[in-house]
């Protein structure tokens, strides 16, 4: 006898099946509607792409999340995707005959060789939307804006999509006497703020810190005081409105290096944001963000809900000038967003609840007599051209008992039972499975159940549909 292979799951991967992935759908499929309205097409590219491809990207300690091997035939080395971003800049320097700007959404699975823990996968799933060819922060602006749209279509209208720019935060750290070539490492640090608070940053740029979870000493940039004095006065900075607080920030980097283009730029977006309808209520400017992604280079953004900030970040992006050009030497300048699906669509489960019934089936017809199974398919095709979801019972010679405890177990809503008598007749018998398991808590005893029979009933063949449906409404 053959081995039997143990049905164990490759650790940090999962099942999913029926509720969670319908609720996916949904949510998928609302967010694509408002992309496509915005002018966005869909792209799809393939999860495996040239080691070399993925390696190229500026994003840190890229190679080493990477799932790689060598594919000894055609003597190449292979990975699977961590991102959709690095993909998307190989299909465009790929294809100069798309027109740019190209204003492009995807969805996939994506991989990273991470440590996997509560909520924390090896594959999972990313959204982005990007557009590609323009630097002008009319680009941007549409993003974040079709990011807030997106979140009120979900039904999350109290979100705040936070926006800044790298070019502010690097021209305040060469305001605080910091080194260009460190910004990069204090930029990770302040990106750390809703996590370890104000003081946890200062104490990390400084001498470092003691993690209040673990106990373990965090080592410091060891910045001198003067610059964290610079950073702290810079991070302080606060306004009543959003256009006071683009003013307060103007003030602050007046005259410094390198600031000249970001406020103009910053203050485009502003203008661009208002006339796209968004007035500081949901997308607001902050000084203060920090995304720790090095190949940034201009606005950044991201969306939380004001409902569960321990969620995070639930979107987020910025432009990224400098990417796609490792493809190519045409200069392409972009910009994007990334949605955690995972993060939002646990967010809009705790919020607004979810569908949590396994089958997609409203309606099963059962099968008691195999002279009538012509009738029965004849049923079943009926019903599902009239829009029900529908499924007939496929195993042979079961009573109706158990048939109707299989409906049960998947949760399906109703049972049709048809007969020779009741096929004769025009009439079927309907289970309302749901109203029956209602009944069943206020109905002490039996002899009750059989004589009332709660949530069945019959109806000439004819008028079944239009009951089912209404029913299902």
Known sequence: MAKRIEPKLVKGMRDQLGAQLRQRRAMTATISTVFERFGFTPLETPALEFVETLTGAKAGETGQ???????????????????????????????????RPFKRYQTGSVFRVDKPGAGRFREFTQFDIDVVGT????ADAEIMVAMATALRELGLPEHSILWNHRGILNAALNKSGVEPKRATAVIRVLDK???IGHDGVLAELGDGRVDGESGARI?????PTSQIEGIAGFLAIEAGSDDALVDAVRAHLMGVKGAADPIREMEDLREYLRALGENGDSVRFDPRLARGMDYYTGPIFEATLDALPEYGSI?????????VSRFSSEQLPAVGASIGVDRLLAALSQLKGSDERPSVTDVLVTTMDKKLLPQYLALVQELRAAGLNAEIYLKPKVRIGDQLRYASDWDIPFAVIMGSDEMRAGRVTVKDLAAGKAAASAIENRNQWVEERPGQFDIDRAHLIAKLKELSA
């Not at 080592?219 to 910045?223: A, F, N, R, S």
């Not at 979107?315 to 990417?323: P, S």
């Open 65 to 99: 999340r990477i799932y790689t091997w060598s594919h000894e035939e055609d003597g190449v080395e292979l990975g699977l995707r961590f991102d959709l971003t690095v993909p998307l800049a190989r299909f465009v320097a790929a294809h100069p005959e798309v027109r």
């Open 135 to 138: 630097p002008s922060m009319l």
């Open 193 to 195: 703020a809703d996590k």
């Open 219 to 223: 080592e410091g940039l060891g910045l």
């Open 315 to 323: 979107m987020g992006g910025g432009r990224y000038n400098e990417l």
